[in-house]
Nanobody, 121 residues
Framework: QVQLVESGGGLVQPGGSLRLSCAAS????????MGWYRQAPGKQRELVAR???????NYADSVKGRFTISRDNAKNTVYLQMNSLKPEDTAVYYC???????????????WGQGTQVTVSS
């Protein structure tokens, strides 16, 4: 059983910062990519940022230069540092990890429960 536990969401004023964390626990092997997605009311879930095992990153254009994704492989944890937050960043943020089981034959894809980020004055 694998669990993803997210933390760090909340209410912040425009221009403020938040740091999201997502820790994976349980029988988890060979994580390839860890990422953050978000879903605003009435909109589809979208990729915010993603980091792969070799360390390459990609970001949504809307967050480039403001958000930074990082990971701690020893702790199976991914972080999202969000600076210069805007009202349009308001959404539920979901953590995602994918990789391969111990045999390297089967892929897995896990999601966190989501954490609310609200940017408002």
């Amino acid at each position: 059983q694998v669990q993803l536990v997210e933390s760090g969401g909340g209410l912040v004023q425009p221009g403020g910062s938040l740091r999201l964390s997502c820790a994976a626990s349980g029988s988890i092997f060979n994580i390839y990519a860890m990422g953050w997605y978000r879903q605003a009311p009435g909109k589809q879930r979208e990729l915010v940022a993603r980091i792969t095992s070799p360390g390459s990153t990609n970001y949504a254009d809307s967050v480039k230069g403001r958000f930074t994704i990082s990971r701690d492989n020893a702790k199976n944890t991914v972080y999202l540092q969000m600076n210069s937050l805007k009202p349009e960043d308001t959404a539920v943020y979901y953590c995602n990890i994918n990789g391969y089981d111990s045999s390297w034959l089967n892929q897995y894809d896990y999601w966190g429960q989501g954490t609310q980020v609200t940017v408002s004055s």
